[in-house]
């Protein structure tokens, strides 16, 4: 297909050319979809899948709760204990259930040597799932 351009001078010359660089950007940007696309297609492996009955999920225990709040007093599980006390209560607790896992609340104006003696209970009653607690800022 030819176009016939006019000049002021009035000579009628054919232009015999295309202009291809709209041609060459639209094949650009389809050869971008193709590289993006092409690995998502050949990543799915179809599987027949065995058919078996349902089962229940293993039942979660709920973990205890150990909280010292501003005034220095230790609470597991919302009942007051002493700091003396607190040793061989986690012992009792960890000898019905071994697989005990302890939540440590402390409140932020409590004093370091409480918590300390908190915490040197717990190791020494053999609790190894300790998760100390904070609020985020």
């Avoid at 054919?14 to 639209?26: F, K």
């Avoid at 058919?51 to 973990?63: G, H, I, N, Q």
């Avoid at 409480?114 to 609020?135: D, F, P, S």
Wanted: aromatic share 4%; proline share 5%; no cysteine.
């Amino acid at each position: 297909m030819a176009i016939n351009t006019k000049d002021n001078g009035g000579d009628d010359d054919v232009m015999g050319e295309i202009n291809v660089t709209p041609l060459v950007d639209v094949m650009l940007v389809l050869l971008v979809v193709f590289i993006v696309t092409a690995p998502l297609l050949t990543n799915a492996v179809h599987v027949n899948l065995p058919k078996t009955t349902e089962t229940a999920p293993p039942e979660e225990k709920a973990a205890v709760y150990l909280s010292v709040d501003a005034t220095g007093k230790v609470f597991i599980d919302k009942q007051e204990y002493a700091v003396d006390a607190v040793e061989t209560e986690l012992k009792n607790r960890k000898a019905a259930d071994p697989e005990l896992a302890l939540n440590l609340n402390a409140d932020d104006g409590v004093q370091y040597g409480i918590v300390a003696k908190v915490m040197a209970a717990i190791e020494r009653a053999g609790v190894t799932k300790l998760a100390v607690l904070t609020a985020p800022q």
